[in-house]
């Protein structure tokens, strides 16, 4: 019996240390083919790591972290109803006390992978009704009832002129349409500003790096002009240290273009930047507002949308856009179009589709905003689509989206946005500003334009180098215009856009009278009548003559008159100078009959003087025997 018992014991022992050894192999298998998958992860060999990933899992299915990292993994090349299975199958072996957080990445990944009924489900086995859960309801909901795409929308890749397999993010698009700029990862690494210019046919030709003073060693990203293309800005990274990464800031950088080149961009200072992030920044159309991201303390969680606006020649201290834009998580890239109203960014604390999503707001006055609005399917997707430029039209965009590629590998789209994300259509008014006289080019004029149905006013400053200027305004809108500069006179006008404008531009000069400018006197012949000799009557043809010209120019009350009256040389000099004064003042009454002020004319009896022709003969001393109506202006 006791023999038994002892051979029992030494089998049991014996299987016990087979399955030790078997677990010890397979914990070694595991970890050997999961340091692989890091080791491949690492080289961003994606496909190899979740081979030898899946593998690791194969040899031990109890390996929890190997489920949830392989998960992950597959959501980052946005394989994600294959992320969604991964994690359904470990269901099993996840413990009671991580079963509630594990549950909601099961809803996310739900969502992500378009079952939203098994999201449901899960999300309706959570004990814990926290915030997280009613954001989750909530995303639920919404992807349900957003899941159509509208008819004829359609989002395409800008090709391989722009997009490269590095990311490019970012667009912007220059007032004249002719520059596209964006920012590209170069070598998934570092963060460089590109520009395109259009070919003859309107596409766009192959984007190069800006180079110097624009970029440098440091990251430079998110890149955008002021609306009279004379200002650019752009976020600089890495900037305040000298090893460039231990402190790591993000910094707004501002640059000025001076007779067609930029100056090196120059930091917005304490005001704007902080040792906190600021980045990402845009300027309104009426150069009164910038709009910029920061996480700096007082926002509402994450990064979030600032506003500063420039008052007295100095950028105010920064105001948060407020809870309606702002949420826990991060919103990012705040693009405001040209008509001053819509306001598009992106946000993954807004409820979405997952990943970023981008959004329109309409800014009502000063801080306060409407509730923003997803922009849908097809803009927006179950990836990161992370910023948007809106044309002057208010219904064409580019977007950055990493919709077709692994996480974070963004390219340039061009989508139509849906009827109630369309801004308003603008006009660019551009001209120059110049010396009436001299036709020299004058900076820092003074434009300020009123729109005359709510005296809102939109200014520019003209350009240093040579006078220009560029406006966005809107479409069907009267505006008053007022141009100022120092010691030139002050020039009212106005200005009619009608719906029916064609063109994307408005050619529009100004010329400007300095102050100590007096008007070139203007002396024209009006008529020149002939009497006979001895008379002092016109005939009735004359007459006739004389009347029409006198009513067509008697409205205008800027016109001095002036009669003179000659005579021949034959007879007395004093009854000469007699005769042509009654002449004079007979031609006076006349024109006085027919509507000119008295005060206006003046009347000159000349006589004998100034002939014009020979007194020797006939028709010379006809010729003589004048009467001449000038006006004078």
């Known amino acids: 019996m ?52 899946e593998i690791a899992i194969a040899q031990n299915e109890m390996s929890l972290e190997a489920y949830i990292t392989l998960a992950e993994w597959n959501a980052q090349i946005h394989a994600y109803n294959k992320s969604y299975q991964v994690l359904k199958s470990a269901i099993a072996i996840v413990p009671n006390n991580q079963k509630e957080k594990y549950t909601k990445k099961l809803v996310k990944a739900a969502l992500l992978s378009s079952n939203y009924e098994e999201a449901n489900e899960w999300l309706s086995k959570c004990l814990v009704q926290d915030a997280s859960y009613f ?26 002129r722009i997009n490269t397999n590095y990311p490019e993010m970012f667009p912007f ?63 600089r990274c890495d900037t305040r240290s000298e090893n460039g990464w231990s402190l790591g800031a993000c910094d707004l950088l501002m ?70 834009i702002n949420t826990a998580g991060n919103e990012y890239a705040p693009f405001l179009h040209p008509d001053g109203k819509h306001l598009y960014f992106s946000s993954d604390g807004h409820i979405g589709f997952g990943g970023l999503d981008l959004f329109v707001a309409n800014w009502m006055q000063d801080t306060t905003w409407s509730f923003p609005r997803n922009l849908g399917l097809p803009i927006n997707t179950a990836f990161d689509d992370m910023s948007m430029f809106v044309f002057q039209n208010g219904s064409a965009a580019y977007i950055s989206s990493d919709r077709d590629s692994i996480a974070g590998n963004f390219d340039i789209y061009a989508g139509a946005l849906p009827g109630f994300a369309m801004a308003d259509e603008v006009v660019y008014v551009k001209g120059v500003v110049y010396d009436s006289i001299s036709k020299e080019a004058l900076s820092n004029v003074f434009i300020d334009f009123v729109d005359q149905r709510n005296d809102k006013s939109y200014q520019v400053l003209t350009n240093r180098g040579d006078g220009s200027y560029m406006i966005p305004l809107l479409k069907n809108t009267n505006y008053s215009i007022r141009l100022k500069r120092y010691s030139y006179q002050a020039y009212d006008t106005v200005l009619a856009i009608p719906l029916t404008h064609k063109s994307n531009h408005l050619p529009l000069s100004f010329a400007l009278l300095t ?41 205008d009350k800027t016109y001095q008159w002036s009669i003179n009256c000659y005579t021949d040389n034959t007879g007395n000099p004093i009854l000469n100078e007699t005769i042509s004064a009654k002449r004079a003042h007979l031609l006076k009454s006349l024109i006085i009959q027919l509507g000119v002020d008295q005060e206006k004319i003046t009347t000159n009896a000349m006589g004998e003087q100034n002939p014009i022709d020979d007194n020797a003969t006939e028709e010379g001393r006809l010729n003589n025997r004048r009467v001449e109506i000038w006006i004078r202006k």
């Open 2 to 53: 006791r023999y038994n018992q002892q051979k029992i014991l030494v089998v049991v022992f014996i299987i016990l240390i087979c399955s030790v050894c078997s677990y010890a192999q397979s914990a070694i298998a595991l970890d050997k083919n999961y340091q692989k998958a890091l080791y491949a992860w690492s080289k961003k060999n994606a496909k190899q790591a979740i081979h030898y990933l």
């Open 135 to 160: 954001q989750l309801q909530k995303q639920i909901q919404f992807v349900r009832e957003n899941s159509a795409i509208r008819n004829g929308a359609i989002v395409q890749n800008l090709g391989i």
């Open 173 to 235: 698009v220059s007032a004249d349409s002719n520059e596209l700029l964006f920012t590209r990862k170069v070598n998934n690494i570092d963060d460089e500003l590109y520009k395109a210019q259009r070919d003859t046919c309107g596409y766009w030709l192959r984007a190069k790096n800006e180079g110097y003073p624009i970029n440098s060693p440091d990251a430079e990203l998110y890149q955008s002009y002021s609306a009279d293309g004379h200002y650019q800005f752009i976020t």
């Open 255 to 324: 640059a000025y273009r001076s007779d067609s080149f930029w100056t090196v961009p120059e930091s917005f200072g304490g005001t704007i930047n902080t040792t906190d992030y600021e980045g990402m920044p845009c300027l309104s159309a009426d150069n009164k507002t910038l709009f910029f991201i920061s996480n700096k303390k007082g926002g509402f969680g994450g990064v979030d949308i600032w506003m500063s606006h420039f008052k007295d020649g100095l950028w105010q201290e920064p105001i948060n856009l407020g809870p309606k």
């Open 515 to 555: 102050n100590d400018y007096e008007p070139p006197v203007f002396d024209s012949l009006l008529a020149r009548m002939h009497f006979e000799i001895n008379k002092t009557t016109l005939t009735d043809s004359l007459l006739q003559e004389l009347s029409s010209k006198v009513k067509s120019l008697v409205a």
